[in-house]
């Protein structure tokens, strides 16, 4: 029978990334779809379950990364992803991804999925977030008007094994830390505050009952207020100061930042290539009276995916104006936009993001999602994972003006009290405080979706799978390393063209 100290290369070699939890890979092209009758099996048979998968994939065998031989060019993954993007925006891209090691691997999603795909995986699967690095976590307001600390990002978010999601999360604290400066027993403290915090809450929400996990969220100002001790009081002043201002981060702000009056009507600023309106981008024969009716429509078309209420209140809202805004890192390049609404008067503005939703960069490697529309999938992903999530969620799927070809979009509101840490100035214990948040978060999002009572019977009471995961991490900050100095080299050799400053 094999233990946590015995590893073999098999066990290394052999993903378990597929829907039936045997590690049989999918074909490309099955879709992967939940299951029609669920198996209500009893807590004693769940932890028999976990227990049996750790026999079969010890906890140790998570802490090797090693590249296969015939591990795909990097490079020509991301010129993959390019093929279907706005031309003159994939530049941008790989100047956002040049910065450092650590925005490079902000927007190498699926090179990691791909290397993912050769790892170990206990079979045991959740809904995944398929980005879940330290950035795509940070506060919102819920629809109380509450401060809320929730992943934030679901653009690649598909059902598929819970090891992918820690091991994105660990590996961006490990290169994080790089790009921080601190020591390798810094770094490797804050990877084991993350990994123990994911252990021991999914320990904690095998206990509870099946609605009091729905209910469990994390107010990030009663947080602050349990951990203060734990950080530098400059530091605790700080991150007052950034929750303050996120609460300022909504429509009215956006709105005040982004747009001027013309003939008495607000209209979005033209600062091309970040931000560019609709007007400017439509062919000579499309009139900016045609567009509008279109789009007007469209968005008719998207209140049809939200609740009844509030569907009620998005018609309240009258539609000014479209414009294409440049986002992120990994996602420049999709089409995203912005849509102007204003309600009672010119003093309540509503802005809307509108944003492309293509095939999740887990789908090649777990099967293709359920829903047909991948807007939809991001959203139904998105209200899975999150405690409480954007009252204007929704999707649509558009034939555009522009080129005539058709493609999903999500809708959610820009700005919602929308927040995030500043990664490049935190000190070691913060960013292991910060390790701890994403960690418990990240367990309660799986919880909510997978057998939380089997992956707490994996994980077990001892720190055998945190050590592996803060091993895993050292070892793929080193390839990303590797890859984000082929991403440079490409650019010297000019096989790509990267623009920065922008």
Known sequence: MADDKTTTKAARNTSRAGSDGGGSKPARGRRYAHATVVAHLTPEERVARGKMARTEVPRSSHGFFEAVRDRPDPVALLEEQGKTRVPELVPIRYGRMLVSPFTFYRGAALIM??????????????QAC????L????VYGSPERRLMFDVNDFDETLPGPWEWDVKRLAASLEIAGRNNEYSDAERRKVILAGAREYRTAMTTFSRMPNLEVWYAHLDIEEQLARVQG??????????????????????????????????GEPR??????LIVPMEELLPEEITRDKAMKE???LLRTYRKTLASDRRHLMEQFRFIQLARKVVGVGSVGTRAWIALMLGRDGGDPL????????ESVLERFVGQSEYTNHGQRVVAGQRLMQATSDIFLGWEHVRSILDGKERDFYVRQLRDWKGSAEVETMLPDGMAVYARLCGWTLARSHARSGDRIAIAAYLGKSDAFDRAIADFSAAY????????????????????EAQTGL
Request: net charge negative; hydrophobic share 40%; glycine share 4%.
């Open 130 to 133: 398929g980005d879940a690095h």
């Open 477 to 496: 900050a080193d390839q990303n390393q590797r890859d984000f100095e082929a991403l440079e080299t490409a650019v010297k050799a000019k096989r790509i």
């Open 113 to 126: 999925a791909s290397d993912l795909a050769t790892t170990p995986t206990s079979g045991l699967h959740v």
């Open 135 to 138: 950035s795509n976590f940070g």
């Open 295 to 297: 789009l007007t429509g």
């Open 268 to 273: 979005i600023i033209s600062q091309p290539p």
């Open 230 to 263: 734990e950080i530098d009081p400059k530091r605790v002043k700080a991150v007052e100061r950034s929750l303050a201002k996120a609460r300022t981060r909504d429509s009215m702000q956006a709105f005040e930042k982004l747009t001027t009056m013309v003939d």
């Open 351 to 358: 802005f809307l993001q509108i944003k492309e939703a293509e």
